[in-house]
């Protein structure tokens, strides 16, 4: 297998209408760093195009995979199957839908080149960059992510942002430990690398929200709080 200094793990949904412009901008991109670079998109039991699609752009881009998982299981799974199966000596996770671009790669890399930490997460609330979300995803997210930090995972600002970096071995070692499928994985492979020793920092970067967000409020408000209470007794209990 050749060397590859970059793998960006890509989960999809039933993302035929977003992903041909995520996948062609993060091509283009790479294209101009001096980078080997792998783009794996990991298909969690798409109902659409999203597999064909894919196909069809990997006969033109240069190392783009498509790897197929079905039943849908959750972004959480996709995520993992991707980490995994990777080779880069850095492996970034990045949202379908292309909400924060492919030119804040080297800022969220820098980091982990220099051997600072082993995890990067991108942040929505650092720096002037922000967010154009409306208000009220802006309040939900701020609501969701201070209830996170209070019990889980304290001092994180945006533990859900979809851009998130870490090292080949970091990633081997809490992607080979975590469990949780569905929407709280974020919040596991975080805690894990608190407990685990894996340095992790916070990188401003800028981001454009996707109108088609398919983020239920009242719902998902629920669902955090419950998959977090769940996800903190599993941690204390050693599981």
Avoid at 63 to 68: A, Q, Y
Avoid at 92 to 111: I, Q
Avoid at 177 to 204: C, N, P
Wanted: charged share 25%; glycine share 8%.
């Amino acid at each position: 297998m050749s060397p590859v200094d970059l793998s960006i793990v890509i989960p999809a949904f039933d993302e035929e209408e977003r992903i041909a412009p995520t996948l062609e901008s993060l091509a283009r991109f790479c294209a101009t760093r001096p980078w080997r670079v792998e783009i794996l998109v990991v298909d969690d039991g798409s109902t659409d195009g999203t597999v064909a699609l894919c196909r069809r752009l990997a006969e033109r881009l240069q190392g783009l995979r498509v790897t197929e998982t079905r039943p849908n299981r959750g972004k959480g799974h996709a995520v993992r199957v991707g980490m995994l199966a990777a080779r880069g000596a850095l492996r970034v996770m990045v949202d379908a839908d292309g909400s924060t671009p492919a030119s804040e790669l080297p800022k969220l890399l820098e980091p982990l080149e220099s051997g600072r930490v082993q995890v990067a997460i991108g942040s929505r609330y650092l720096g002037p960059g922000g967010t154009d979300q409306p208000l009220w995803r802006r309040v939900w997210s701020r609501l969701a992510n201070w209830y996170v930090q209070r019990t889980l995972v304290p001092g994180v600002r945006d533990a859900h942002c979809g851009f998130k970096a870490f090292t080949a071995a970091a990633a081997m070692d809490l992607f080979g430990q975590a469990t949780v499928d569905g929407w709280a994985f974020d919040l596991e492979i975080l805690a894990l690398a608190r407990r685990r020793g894996h340095a992790i920092v916070e990188v401003a970067v800028s981001f454009h929200d996707d109108q088609r967000s398919r983020v239920r409020p009242l719902a998902d408000l629920r669902k955090i709080v419950r998959e977090v209470t769940a996800l903190r007794r599993r941690l204390k209990r050693g599981a």
